[in-house]
């Protein structure tokens, strides 16, 4: 999986029929210290996840593996919202103190 | 899925079977501020796309999860047409204000 | 897909039982304008392709839905001969008319 | 397969119902001489690996196929803790011997 | 597939209990002129390999269809092992004149 965060929304009313009633996020891709890189994905969100958070997301085959993507043409779904990231003994992240 | 935009077409008489009658565009990667990247691929469409559209496509076997692409040769397809993105709140792109 | 040139072949005589009978190409991937880039792939042929062509090729398990390829260890495919580009309303690439 | 240490932890309380009971580990690429590189995933454990190891991990569907992972939508698994890792005929890493 | 040369070999006791009996290597990815890059990955062997040959490997769910990789988390095998490479009309590589 890939760590990200939720940067943005799309809006589609034109597509395929399978993709109808799944919510499409902009992901952007994080740094092992949180800063945001320059790659990002639209993913299908399968656990409710709003923007601004930080998220794990799954991508190819694996992202169909959930009840809301099964069967469709979806390669990247949001499948974790992240509460804590540890890195050695160190927090570097913990999403009930980042503002 | 990737952000992309529709910016050609591929002409092949020769070519396996299965992919009679699906349409190949060749498919520009933007980046979130919609600028043209380095990268492309060449997507089926199962929307009908048309060129000069931003659009989303999928790849891998998602790819083959459309009516249009099923069990094909096909590891990339359009399955949405992009109305409008959101980054943070601002409007960044809207189809119907777009040129 | 990703647009590609065939620049060479490979021979191998010692290979998994399931290659048996299978003509493995170079392909170097191609920019939108025709050049060459520094990525090449090793693809089976399933449309009877030289070298010089300009062609398709499919990877991952969409590599494997073409009649020569099913179930084989293979994960590039070429799928189609290219004939024609057109970028815009330019023609950038007409086969018949390349050297 | 990758090579990778594991460097950190993901703590994720709202997530996926199948994914439920599973560790998730920070993952780190190394080269081949065991420096870290700019890349890293967030894998799935089958195997029992510690922050600090030097492990292989899979991706793709193939890191769907542990007894742990299967039908999960998880796109990366550790399934092996390296020992030895020899280049040449020199030995470039002994787990027994690292720190 | 991708080119690579055999530079190494890994060894893991720990490991997923369906990576019993196969062989690990590392491999390092090569240019068309046959120089090392900066990628490898960690392959199984399905064809008898051995460190310092020029082999081909597949990724992702095809390097599962060989007989000792179907069903395995192995997400790269090496398939077969190159006698010879033409680029253009230029024999680039013959296994039995390299030293």
């Known amino acids: 999986m ?3 965060k939720v940067v943005g929304t799309v809006v589609a ?3 395929d029929e399978k993709l109808e009633g799944l919510r499409l996020y902009l992901v952007q891709d994080l740094s092992l210290d949180l800063k ?3 790659a990002f994905v639209v993913a ?3 656990v409710g ?3 601004g958070e930080v998220v794990l997301y799954a991508s190819g085959s694996s992202a169909r593996q959930t009840r809301d993507t099964d069967g469709r043409p979806v390669d990247a779904v949001i499948m974790a919202i992240v509460d ?3 890195v050695g003994k160190a927090l570097v992240f913990d ?3 980042a503002g």
């Open 2 to 4: 890939k760590l990200g």
């Open 13 to 15: 009313s034109r597509k």
């Open 36 to 38: 945001g890189r320059d």
């Open 44 to 46: 299908a969100d399968s």
């Open 49 to 51: 996840a709003g923007v």
């Open 84 to 86: 804590q990231l540890e």
């Open 95 to 97: 999403k009930f103190k």
